[in-house]
C-alpha cells in the first residue's frame, strides 16, 4: 500500500466522499479513489499540496484561480466528450492544520497514451501511419478547438495526459487530463511552489515548446498546445520521443535549434511535401510562425490530406487556415465501430485519414488488459470539464459510386494505381540515379582506382546508424545474437583488451543506448537487418548514399574535415590515447570534437550527405554486403560484388580516425566477417 501523507484513506471528505486508497501522487498533488456514498460511484478525489507554507492573501488568490479555471472548463465540457469531468470542490483539512483545496473528477478506467505506447513498443506493434495518429488524437483536437476558440490552452500536453477508453487499436474515446492546472501552478511557482518545491516545473520538458523554457521567443497560449500536438503526432508515427534529450539543457536546445526541427523527414518518414509543410509550421521556434490554435493545424492537415475541414460544435471559430501547401487526394477507411465501448448516442463517421502512401490499417489484436485497470484520473487536474458529449463533427461522407442497371462492363472506370513504394521509418529513400563509384585521383589509394560509372535502383537506407538500444531489443526479443563486451580479433594483445574491451557499448545499454551498436561482426550485422526486414547496404548503394552523383570529396562537400562535420580523432581522443598508453595516435583535426570515443548517434548534423544520411563517416565503421575485391573499369547496374571471399568490406571511417582520406566516401577497407570491434558497427538497408 501506498504511503498516504495526508492520512485520508478511511476518511470522509465533505460528507460524502469515502476514501479508499491513493493512486497517484505528482508534485503538485495527491490523487485518492473514493466512493460517493449516495450514489455508491467511484470518484478520483485530487488534493493540492504545497499551499501551506503561502500567505492568507496568496493562497486564497490561487484557489480561487482553481476555481475559475474549473467554471470555465465546464462549459466548454458539457461540449466536449475530450475534457474529463470535474464534480465537486472544496478545502479539506491536513493532518498539521492547514487548508488544502481539492477537485473531485470522474473516475476513468483504461489506460495513457504513454502506457499504451510503451505497451505497443514492447510487444512490437508498428508505428502508426500518419492516418492512424490523426484519427486516434482527433476526439482530443476537438476538445482543444473548443478551448482554444475561447483562448484557454493546456500548457503542458503529452501522451501521459491523453486517456484512452477502448481499443487503442480499434474504436477508442480519447480524453485531455490535467486541463488548466499549468497556468495556475505557473502562477504559484513564481513564488512559494519555487520554494517547496524545488526545480519542479508545471510542464513536462519533452514535450515543451521553446517559448516554455525561455520567454525570449515569446508567451505561451494556445500555439503552445499546437506544438505539443506536433510532436505526439510525430511519437505515434515514430515510436520515439521528437525531442531528443536526456535532461532539460539538451532539451531546451533541441526543442529550440533551428538548424533540426522535429518534422516527419528530420526522422526519415516519406511524407508528401504538403504534410512536411504543415508540421514544419506546427514546430516553429518563433510563436508567430506557429499555427495559432489546434483547428489551424488539423484543419491544414486535412487539407493536405483532401479532407473537408473539421468542424467541432460551439467553437467560436472554424475557419480553414490559410495555409500554402499542395493538396493531396486519399482513401477513407471504413466508419469506426464501437467493439462493445459505450458511445455517444449521435451517430458519427470516422475518415481513416491514411496519408497519400500509407494502406488501410492492418487488423491487431488488442493490448492485453492490465492486471488491474489503468486508473487515470485526471492526475494534474484541472480537467475542470462536466458532463460527457462528444461533439458533432461535421466531416466529409465516404464517397460512393452511383452504379445504374444500363451501365456496361466497360464504363467501370479501372482501379487506382497502387501507391509508390515508400521507405520504413527512420529511413531515407535514395532516387534511382548513376555517379562514378571510386576515384581517379592522383592523391588516393590504387584500390580506390579506377572511377567507374554505376546506376542504381531506387533504395531506402538507415538514417542513422543501428543503435545500441535497438540491437538489445533485437537480441532481448531472441531474433538476434547478444552483441559482445569484448573485442574479438586475430592476434589481439592484452593490453588491447584491456584499453577498447570498455568501450563495447553493450557493456552500458542504458547510458550509452543511443549510441552506434559496436563489437559485432558482420554475421550479427546482417541477421539484425533480415529480422528487421531489411538488409545490409552494398558497397555501391553505401558509396552513392554517401556522396550522391556530384564527385565531392566528403559527404558534406569538398572541405576538409572539421570537429563540426564528424566523430573522428581530434584533441579530445588524442588526450584519451595518452591516458590509455596508445602514444602513436594522431589527430585528424586540431579541435575538440566533445566525444573520446563513440557518440549518439546524430550528434554531427553538418556532415551529413546529401541525401541526408547522418554519421556516414566517423563514429564507427560500418559493415557492408559485399565481399571485398579489386575494383574494374566496366560500367555496372546495381552491382551486388563477388560471389566469395576471405574478406568484407567495411566503410566510413571512426571516432579514432587520424587521416582525412579514411573518412573520403571513396575509401575502402576490408577485414573478417567473425571480427568484432570497438570501431565497427553497422547500418541497414533496402531495395524498391
Known amino acids: 500500500m501506498r504511503h498516504d501523507p495526508l492520512a485520508l484513506i478511511g476518511r470522509t471528505v465533505a460528507d460524502k466522499y469515502e476514501v479508499e486508497s491513493l493512486v497517484g501522487q505528482g508534485g503538485f498533488a495527491l490523487v485518492y479513489r473514493a466512493q460517493h456514498t449516495i450514489w455508491r460511484r467511484p470518484v478520483a478525489l485530487k488534493v493540492f499540496m504545497n499551499l501551506g507554507r503561502m500567505s492568507p492573501e496568496r493562497r486564497k488568490e490561487l484557489v480561487e484561480g482553481f476555481v475559475r479555471e474549473g467554471s470555465v472548463l ?66 482530443a483536437i476537438e476538445g482543444l478547438i473548443l478551448a482554444h476558440s475561447r483562448g484557454i490552452a493546456h500548457r503542458d500536453l503529452k501522451p501521459g495526459n491523453l486517456f484512452l477508453l477502448g481499443d487503442p487499436r480499434g474504436g477508442s474515446v480519447l480524453k485531455i487530463l490535467d486541463f488548466g492546472i499549468a497556468k495556475v501552478v505557473s502562477e504559484a511557482e513564481k513564488e512559494d511552489f519555487q520554494k517547496t518545491l524545488g526545480k519542479s516545473i508545471p510542464f513536462t520538458p519533452r514535450y515543451g515548446a521553446p517559448e516554455q523554457f525561455s520567454r525570449n521567443y515569446g508567451a505561451t497560449g494556445p500555439w503552445t498546445d499546437v506544438y505539443a500536438v506536433a510532436l505526439i503526432l510525430l511519437e505515434l508515427m515514430t515510436q520515439r520521443p521528437a525531442l531528443a534529450g536526456d535532461d532539460a539543457m539538451q532539451l531546451t536546445f533541441a526543442t529550440s535549434n533551428g538548424a533540426r526541427r522535429p518534422t516527419p523527414r528530420a526522422f526519415g518518414l516519406a511524407v508528401t511535401d504538403g504534410v512536411e509543410a504543415v508540421m514544419t509550421r506546427a514546430v516553429a521556434v518563433k510563436v508567430e510562425d506557429r499555427f495559432q490554435n489546434a483547428g489551424e493545424l488539423w484543419n491544414a492537415l486535412r487539407g493536405v490530406l483532401g479532407l473537408e475541414p473539421l468542424r467541432v460544435v460551439g467553437a467560436q471559430s472554424d475557419r480553414r487556415p490559410s495555409v500554402s501547401v499542395p493538396r493531396v487526394v486519399v482513401a477513407h477507411a471504413p ?21 497519400s502512401v500509407a494502406s488501410a490499417p492492418t487488423a491487431l489484436a488488442p493490448l492485453p488488459r492490465p492486471v488491474w485497470p489503468w486508473i487515470v484520473l485526471a492526475l494534474g487536474v484541472a480537467a475542470l470539464g462536466a458532463g460527457l458529449f462528444l461533439a458533432r463533427r461535421f466531416l466529409v461522407p465516404h464517397p460512393t459510386t452511383a452504379a445504374t442497371a444500363s451501365a456496361s462492363a466497360s464504363e467501370v472506370p479501372p482501379p487506382p494505381p497502387p501507391p509508390p513504394p515508400t521507405c520504413p521509418a527512420g529511413m531515407i529513400q535514395i532516387a534511382a540515379g548513376r555517379f562514378f563509384m571510386g576515384s581517379d585521383d592522383k592523391a ?98 553505401w558509396e552513392y548514399a554517401t556522396r550522391g552523383s556530384d564527385g565531392r570529396k566528403y559527404p558534406w562537400g569538398d572541405d576538409a574535415p572539421t570537429s563540426g562535420h564528424l566523430n573522428a580523432c581530434g584533441t579530445e581522443c588524442v588526450a584519451w590515447s595518452r591516458k590509455n598508453g596508445i602514444f602513436d595516435q594522431a589527430a585528424m583535426y586540431k579541435a575538440d570534437d566533445g566525444f573520446p570515443n563513440t557518440a549518439p548517434v546524430g550528434s554531427f548534423p553538418n556532415g551529413k550527405s546529401p541525401f541526408g544520411v547522418e554519421d556516414v563517416v566517423g563514429n564507427v565503421w560500418e559493415w557492408v554486403a559485399d565481399f571485398h575485391a579489386p575494383y574494374t573499369a566496366s560500367a555496372q547496374t546495381n552491382p551486388r560484388g563477388p560471389e566469395s571471399g576471405d574478406e568484407r568490406v567495411i566503410r566510413g571511417g571512426a571516432w579514432n580516425g587520424a587521416e582525412p582520406s579514411w573518412v573520403r566516401p571513396t575509401f575502402r577497407y576490408h577485414d573478417v566477417a567473425a571480427k568484432r570491434s570497438h570501431g565497427i558497427g553497422f547500418r541497414c538497408a533496402k531495395g524498391l
Not at 497514451?113 to 514492447?122: F, P, Q, R, Y
Not at 466508419?335 to 496519408?355: E, H, I, N, V, W
Request: negative net charge; contains cysteine.
Open 335 to 355: 466508419t469506426l465501430k464501437s467493439d462493445g465501448m459505450s458511445l455517444p448516442q449521435t451517430p458519427r463517421r470516422a475518415d481513416s485519414l491514411l496519408s
Open 444 to 541: 588516393d589509394f590504387d584500390f580506390e582506382r579506377p572511377a567507374h560509372k554505376v546506376e542504381l535502383g531506387a533504395f531506402c537506407i538507415d538514417r542513422l546508424e543501428v543503435t545500441t538500444r535497438d540491437y538489445k531489443a533485437c537480441s532481448d526479443r531472441g531474433d538476434c545474437k547478444r552483441a559482445s563486451a569484448e573485442n574479438e580479433w586475430e592476434g589481439i594483445t592484452k593490453k588491447e583488451k584491456k584499453t577498447f574491451d570498455p568501450l563495447c557499448n553493450i557493456r552500458e545499454p542504458e547510458a550509452r543506448g543511443s549510441h552506434p551498436i559496436n563489437c559485432v561482426d558482420w554475421d550479427q550485422a546482417s541477421e539484425y537487418c533480415r529480422q528487421a526486414g531489411l538488409r545490409l547496404p552494398n558497397e555501391a548503394e
Open 74 to 139: 465546464a462549459e466548454l465540457s458539457e461540449r466536449s466528450a475530450a475534457i474529463c469531468q470535474a464534480r465537486d470542490i472544496g478545502m479539506l483539512t491536513a493532518p498539521d492544520g492547514s487548508a488544502m483545496p481539492f477537485m473531485v473528477l470522474e473516475w476513468l478506467e483504461g489506460a495513457s497514451l504513454e502506457a499504451v505506447l510503451e505497451a505497443e513498443i514492447a510487444q512490437g506493434l508498428p508505428p502508426r501511419t500518419l492516418g492512424e495518429a490523426m484519427q486516434l488524437l482527433e476526439p
